[in-house]
């Protein structure tokens, strides 16, 4: 049975939550990824996404080298673990109405899994 773990994307990339949205957009274009973890202190506490700069920056014409990221990030962040199976994990995107999740080992975050993954 493939886990969430085969699917995952590692290593986690990540900004702190007091950057700007243009700082985050730039670091989602330059790596490929379609999301950033956002930190405080070291700690996980949410999520911004290429969906989020279009529909809360874009779409409303905001300054993105104004706008800090902890003011457009999605939070809570929902999780699973890697070893849960690809179906618990699609259940889990479908019910929280999400794109992407956080993959834990141990308590530890270790990747992001998005519906692309599936």
């Given amino acids: 049975m493939e886990t969430v773990n ?3 994307t590692h290593p986690v990339l990540s900004i702190e939550q007091d950057k700007t ?7 989602i274009y330059s790596s490929k990824i379609g999301s950033l973890l956002v930190t405080e202190s070291g700690n996980y506490i949410g999520i911004i996404t290429k969906t989020d700069l279009m529909t809360r920056v874009l779409i409303k014409d905001l300054d993105a080298k104004a706008i800090k990221v902890s003011e457009v990030m999605s939070s809570p962040l929902y999780t699973i673990d890697c070893g849960e199976s690809l179906s618990t994990a699609r259940e889990m995107l479908r019910e929280k109405s999400v794109r992407h999740i956080t993959v834990t080992q141990n308590d530890e975050v270790v990747g992001i899994l998005s519906v692309k993954d599936l």
């Fill in 6 to 8: 085969d699917r995952m």
């Fill in 21 to 27: 949205v243009k700082n985050a957009a730039e670091i």
